[in-house]
């Protein structure tokens, strides 16, 4: 089993449509969580980080549920420059190394 | 522009010949790291550095692989003996010590073995 699991999708949503991403971990020691955007054949770069009480930047919205150990990413208001791969990462331990799942891509359409 | 420079950026080499690989982190970094993605997959961890030191190296880093970080600075990724199955993007990406640092990542150098 993958330690962070992701549905690849892909999702394809009309612009303006909302869109929820999910993503469970195995490991109960994990202690930091990532969102991180990846658009086609370049580097990830990170999109929020992702804490217990939820936090919003925008149109996007993170939540962690540590009980559960699963970690939702919603975008309202979908554009077509949200159309990436969205990666769940999450690190354990303190060498900061990140561990990824395999990604969800989303393409908005007109 | 994220300020992590990696050389090459393409690379397409034989079955048997050795590769090298070159990063240039953020100057201040003191932390690097190397990740190995594949088609259709997240970056997978291979190893990383706390300044000169190499401090973990995943199991995925056989002995055919090699990294060094010589002066804390620059660091390169060598494969000896490639196999097509080491075909992948190589990310490097440096970040300052601490779990809640941002990495920033390298545009990557995509290794391609015939």
């Known amino acids: 089993r993958k330690e962070v699991e992701q549905d690849p999708g892909p999702f394809n949503v009309p612009e303006g449509a909302t869109v929820a991403f999910n993503c469970t971990y195995s490991?109960?020691?994990?202690?930091?969580f990532f969102w991180y955007r990846q658009d086609c054949r370049k580097e990830p770069k990170l999109l929020m980080s992702?804490?217990?009480s939820g936090n919003e930047d925008g149109r996007f919205t993170a939540q962690l549920n540590r009980a559960s150990q699963y970690i939702s990413l919603l975008i309202r208001d979908s554009k077509l420059s949200d159309s990436a791969t969205y990666l769940c990462?999450?690190?354990?331990?303190?060498?900061?190394?990140?561990?990824f799942g395999q990604g969800t891509t989303l393409q908005v359409k007109p | 522009d994220t300020g992590v420079s990696q050389d090459p950026r393409h690379k397409i080499t034989k079955r048997g010949q050795n590769v090298t690989f070159r990063c240039d982190p953020i100057?201040?970094?003191?932390?690097l790291y190397w990740y190995r993605q594949t088609l259709g997959q997240g970056p997978e961890f291979l190893t990383y550095?706390?300044?000169?030191?190499?401090?973990?190296k995943s199991r995925l880093l056989s002995d055919r692989f090699s990294a060094e970080r010589p002066k804390g600075s620059f660091s390169t990724l060598e494969i000896q003996r490639t196999e097509q199955g080491d075909s992948a993007m190589y990310l490097c990406?440096?970040?300052?010590?601490?779990?809640?640092?941002?990495?920033?990542f390298g545009p990557g150098t995509r290794l391609t073995v015939l």
């Open positions: 990406a440096s970040s300052l010590v601490g779990r809640y640092n941002e990495q920033f």
């Open positions: 490991n109960s020691a994990s202690q930091s």
């Open positions: 992702v804490y217990s």
């Open positions: 990462v999450v690190t354990t331990g303190n060498t900061g190394k990140l561990i």
């Open positions: 100057s201040e970094h003191n932390r």
């Open positions: 550095f706390q300044n000169e030191a190499q401090l973990e």
